[in-house]
T-cell receptor
Framework: GDSVTQMEGPVTLSEEAFLTINCTYT??????LFWYVQYPGEGLQLLLK?????DKGSNKGFEATYRKETTSFHLEKGSVQVSDSAVYFC?????????????FGKGTHLIIQP | DARVTQTPRDKVTEMGQEVTMRCQPI?????VFWYRQTMMQGLELLAY????????DSGMPKDRFSAEMPDATLATLKIQPSEPRDSAVYFC????????????FGSGTRLTVV
């Protein structure tokens, strides 16, 4: 079946540091890939997405590129802020695999220190 | 922005009591999901509907959980009887079709069963 693997947290960085959160996937079909962010006490918000190979999703300074050859979708940001502290989930949607819904990674807790 | 609305936001109940959680999906979205989030298991898909028809509820303990969609503007998740192990945050999400553009999540219902 489909699966998503992302780096375990917590990841602790200083403000203005460069961020990378790794995400790799396995899928039966040709999935769409997503990053969701969850702030404390809130639901998941779609951060960015990519629907085909080599697409780059971007939002709020975050970027991720759909790499089919390495089955990866790593999240990056050049300069993080304290307000970026949250849990980040990598996910895929693989309707071609016969299943609806999103398959999530376990989440990476990001802590940004001033 | 259009939102998925969930009620109640928080619910504390005694073991054995019935709990009903409600979700109003975004107008025009024809696919509705119920997820459960716990520290131990992460995000688990419980059930989902397309065009109000239940497509998969294999993630739910069927002896106590039931999910319905009485009309296009309301989805419900019921637990009867509730148990302490049901304590979790329950999220509803909605979207169009098979999710290639992702899904929008509600803010969740935090359930505590004592």
């Amino acid at each position: 079946g489909d699966s998503v693997t992302q780096m375990e947290g917590p990841v602790t960085l200083s403000e203005e540091a460069f961020l990378t959160i790794n995400c790799t996937y396995t899928a039966t079909g040709y999935p769409s890939l997503f990053w969701y962010v969850q702030y404390p006490g809130e639901g998941l918000q779609l951060l960015l997405k990519a629907t085909k190979a080599d697409d780059k999703g971007s939002n709020k300074g975050f970027e991720a590129t759909y790499r089919k050859e390495t089955t990866s979708f790593h999240l990056e940001k050049g300069s993080v802020q304290v307000s970026d502290s949250a849990v980040y989930f990598c996910a895929l949607s693989d309707s071609g695999g016969g299943a609806d819904g999103l398959t999530f990674g376990k989440g990476t807790h990001l802590i940004i220190q001033p | 922005d259009a939102r998925v609305t969930q009620t109640p936001r928080d619910k504390v109940t005694e073991m054995g009591q019935e709990v009903t959680m409600r979700c109003q999906p975004i107008l025009g979205h024809n696919t509705v999901f119920w997820y459960r989030q716990t520290m131990m298991q992460g995000l688990e898909l419980l059930a989902y509907f397309r065009n109000r028809a239940p497509l998969d509820d294999s993630g739910m303990p069927k002896d106590r959980f039931s999910a319905e969609m009485p009309d296009a503007t309301l989805a419900t998740l019921k637990i009867q009887p509730s148990e302490p192990r049901d304590s979790a945050v329950y999220f509803c999400a909605s979207g169009r079709g098979q999710g290639r553009d992702g899904y929008t999540f509600g803010s969740g219902t935090r359930l505590t069963v004592v």
